[in-house]
C-alpha cells in the first residue's frame, strides 16, 4: 500500500513557489490547512484558501504558486488505483476523474472541516509509524476520505465558488490555445497575439499566472500527448517526436526522460508507468 502512498504535511514560508514540473502517474489531493495559494490546473486557475481541497487526476499539468506574502500550510496525499478498488467493486463505472469534474475544488467547512482533517491526520500517524497494521489503516483512512468526498459532492452544495480577474481568464485562454495547437511551431508572439497583448507583457503575466514560463509549458503539454501516444498507438518514437513539435527524436528523448524519470522506450514497454 505504501509503495503507491505518500502523504506529507509542510509549512512554507512567504512568495514559496513550487519548483518542480508536476505531471505525475498518480492521483493527487491537495488540502489547504491555512494561508492561501494560486493552483493552476489542467490549464484553469484555482485561488485556494484555507479549507479548500482540490483533486488531481493523474498525469494532469498542475502548479501552486503564492498569492501573498504570508506563509501557509498544507497537506498533499499522492495514491494509485489500489486504494480504490473497493470503491469499485461496489460501482464498477465510478470514476474519480469523473466525480470531481467539471469542479475538482471542494470547500469544507464546520464539522466537515473537522472530520476531513481528523482523518488526514490519523493517516500522516500511520505513515510515520509504519508497523504491520499500518498499510491496511493507511488504505482504510484513504477510502473513508474519497468516500466522504463523494458523499459531498453527491448531497451536498460545494460552498467553493472560482472567481479570476481578467488577466487571469486571459492567460487560461493562452494555456488552452497552447494546449491545442502543441503540435505545431507555436511561437510566444503568435499566442501572445492570440490574447492581444505584447509578447513581452504576455510572457511576464503568462508566469505570475500559470507558474510556468511559456517554453516550460508548451513542452510539458508536449510531452503528455506524447506520452498518451506512446501506450495507445503503434507509432515509432520518432514520428511521435515529431508530431509533437520536436524537432528530432533525441532531444525529445532527452526532455521526456527529464520529466518523466525514464526514456520513451522504458514508458511504452513497462506498464507501472502509466
Known amino acids: 500500500m505504501t509503495d503507491g502512498f505518500r502523504i506529507t504535511k509542510v509549512k512554507h514560508g512567504p512568495l514559496f513557489d513550487m519548483e518542480a514540473t508536476h505531471l505525475h502517474p498518480m492521483y493527487e489531493i491537495y488540502y489547504l490547512l491555512n494561508g492561501a495559494r494560486r493552483m493552476f490546473f489542467d490549464g484553469s486557475i484555482y485561488v485556494l484558501n484555507r479549507g479548500d481541497l482540490i483533486f488531481i487526476p493523474m498525469n494532469t499539468i498542475h502548479k501552486t504558486t503564492h498569492t501573498n506574502d504570508k506563509p501557509h500550510e498544507r497537506i498533499v496525499i499522492t495514491f494509485n488505483d489500489k486504494p480504490i478498488t473497493d470503491i469499485k467493486s461496489i460501482q464498477p463505472e465510478i470514476s474519480l476523474k469523473k466525480i470531481f469534474y467539471p469542479e475538482p475544488v471542494v470547500h469544507l467547512s464546520g464539522i466537515n472541516k473537522y472530520y476531513a482533517e481528523e482523518i488526514m491526520e490519523r493517516m500522516l500517524t500511520e505513515y510515520g509509524r509504519q508497523d504491520e497494521f499500518s498499510d491496511l489503516s493507511i488504505k482504510n483512512y484513504l477510502q473513508e476520505l474519497i468516500i466522504f468526498l463523494i458523499r459531498s459532492r453527491n448531497h451536498k452544495k460545494n460552498e467553493y465558488s472560482r472567481s479570476i480577474g481578467t488577466t487571469d481568464r486571459l492567460m487560461e485562454s493562452a494555456a488552452k490555445y497552447i ?96
Open 179 to 274: 494546449r491545442d495547437n502543441c503540435s505545431k511551431n507555436l511561437s510566444l508572439e503568435e499566442v501572445a497575439g492570440y490574447v492581444n497583448i505584447s509578447p513581452t507583457y504576455f510572457s511576464k503575466k503568462f508566469k505570475a499566472s500559470t507558474g510556468f514560463g511559456y517554453r516550460e509549458y508548451l513542452i510539458i503539454v508536449r510531452i503528455r500527448e506524447a506520452s498518451a501516444m506512446l501506450l495507445e498507438t503503434n507509432k515509432s518514437i520518432t514520428e511521435i517526436a515529431l508530431e509533437c513539435g520536436f524537432n528530432n527524436s533525441s532531444y525529445f528523448g532527452d526532455v521526456f526522460k527529464r520529466i518523466k524519470g525514464v526514456s520513451p522506450f522504458v514508458y511504452r514497454k513497462n506498464n507501472k508507468y502509466l
